[in-house]
């Protein structure tokens, strides 16, 4: 990350920083919302623009700190500006410049950093002059509007101009990593010490984070970006407006996410809505851990957690391919862990089994355990393929298998677990009648191999 310049947007607050750095983006990546103090974390996210990359990071609106958690939100102001290559300094067109935006302006200059003067909101002042914007000392002085678009090219025409040229090529096998849960039950803690910096605010009120946080780490020659995500509540407790926002932004993030992290508090365990959001990872197809969080918050001793486990198990048995782990985010216990799980999963998830190995499969739970069905209709399940673009998702041809009982896949599940893993991920089975999809009941596997023999070509399953 450090290769790449990172540009700081600041100002005071509902001066349009989170639009500022939407527009940037050519994206929505920061709640937008009328109310000030929005934004609390500081956002970062990758920026092209004519084949420049660069960080843009988007802060909450300085301001004194009347507490301590507004402290903590100035202090990570200033851990953004102290990291930054150059400084956006956002002020608003149609209001006169005060002291917050004279504080603001002398802290950047203070820095030494190339610093950049943005009037925005120019649309609600059209005859805006940037020599009225001069007395703050910062030149050059651009004038946008983020509603409009306007301006937005020439900012970042000058932008580019004064910061060193680099590109970033991601890594194709990045593992993107999602922490869901309720809030206040430590993902943001959790968040920091994997990335092992504050880069997400941590506080004892619930509903802290808004926006989806990211930050990309390396473990074992592995790429792995985590998002940090607002608390999920229960569906009549969530507010309007911003909090709506957070919690599709969280919903979002599991599917943006190949593994997820459900956190659950050590001291509130056995909550429905924790099973509900693992509910929902399961049936979006993600990896999955259970994370039972603040570890050393809680009332134990030598064998709670030998006798706790077996009851978070059962309480999750829907999911009983999930790994279970207990940590603690201010020690530090098995957060190591965590990461060593995350390259396990995703290995799973990536498992090839040849097709002649998942039908040999398929005939012997078959021969052990045949499908019940009802009177002359009994489901026949003919033969077995693995998607080529999902791994985790396999085609079963057959006939009658609309009277496949719920069971008799659960089966199969726990029988392909056992022969060939896929431990942390979800399976799923693609039940379809051979006679609809396959003229003359030709398997898919067999057509293939015919068009390989024509070209001359070895058939790739054996």
């Not at 990359?53 to 939100?73: H, P, Q």
């Not at 851990?79 to 917050?100: K, R």
């Not at 398929?362 to 673009?389: D, F, S």
Request: positive net charge.
């Amino acid at each position: 990350m450090k290769k790449l310049p990172i540009i700081a947007i600041v100002g005071r607050a509902n001066v349009g920083k989170s639009s500022l750095f939407n527009a940037i983006l050519d994206r929505r990546e920061a709640i937008v919302a009328r109310e000030a103090g929005t934004t609390r974390d500081s956002i970062m996210a990758k920026a092209t623009y004519k084949g420049q990359d660069f960080w843009l990071v988007d802060t909450a609106g300085m301001k004194d700190a009347e507490d301590e958690f507004e402290f903590t939100i100035q202090e990570q102001i200033t851990q953004a500006t102290d990291s930054a290559d150059v400084i956006l300094v956002v002020i608003e067109a149609s209001t006169i410049i005060t002291e917050e935006d004279r504080r603001v302006a002398k802290l950047a200059l203070k820095s030494r950093k190339p610093v950049m003067l943005v009037v925005n909101k120019i649309d609600k002042k059209p005859k805006a002059d940037p020599v009225d914007f001069q007395k703050l000392g910062i030149k050059p002085i651009m004038l946008t509007s983020t509603t409009q678009h306007r301006g937005i090219d020439s900012l970042l025409d000058t932008l580019v101009a004064n910061i060193p040229k680099a590109t970033l090529k991601e890594a194709e096998d990045r593992i993107n990593v999602a922490l869901l849960g309720r809030p206040n039950v430590g993902k943001s803690a959790l968040f920091n010490t994997l990335a092992k910096k504050q880069q997400a605010i941590v506080a004892d009120r619930a509903g802290t984070t808004r926006d989806v946080n990211r930050t990309t780490v390396r473990y074992n020659s592995r790429e792995i970006e985590i998002m940090d995500t607002a608390g999920i509540r229960r569906s009549g407790k969530i507010g309007q407006g911003i909090e709506r926002f957070s919690v599709v932004r969280s919903l979002a993030a599991i599917e943006q996410a190949d593994v997820c992290l459900m956190l659950m508090d050590a001291n509130e365990l056995n909550v429905q809505l924790d099973q509900k959001i693992a509910g929902m990872i399961k049936e979006s197809g993600k990896g999955l851990i259970l994370v039972v969080s603040k570890w050393d918050a809680a009332d134990k001793d030598a064998y709670t957690r030998d006798h706790m486990a077996p009851q978070i198990a059962a309480k999750y048995d829907f999911v009983p391919w999930a790994p279970l782990i207990f940590t603690s985010a201010v020690t530090g216990q098995n957060v190591a862990k965590i990461f060593d799980l995350i390259l396990d999963i995703d290995q799973k998830r990536h498992t090839r089994i040849r097709t002649t190995a998942l039908n040999k499969w398929l005939r012997q739970i078959i021969e052990e355990h045949p499908p019940a069905g009802l009177k002359n209709r009994t489901p026949k399940l003919n033969y077995i393929v693995q998607e080529e673009q999902d791994p985790t998702n396999f085609k079963v041809y057959g006939a009658h298998t609309k009277l496949l009982h719920w069971s008799y896949k659960r089966f199969m599940d726990r029988r392909l677990r056992e022969e060939f893993g896929f431990e942390g991920t979800p399976v799923k089975f693609w039940f379809f009648e051979k006679h609809d999809t396959h003229k003359h009941g030709q398997s898919p596997t067999k057509e293939k191999n015919r068009e390989l023999r024509k070209r001359g070509l070895k058939n790739l399953d054996k």
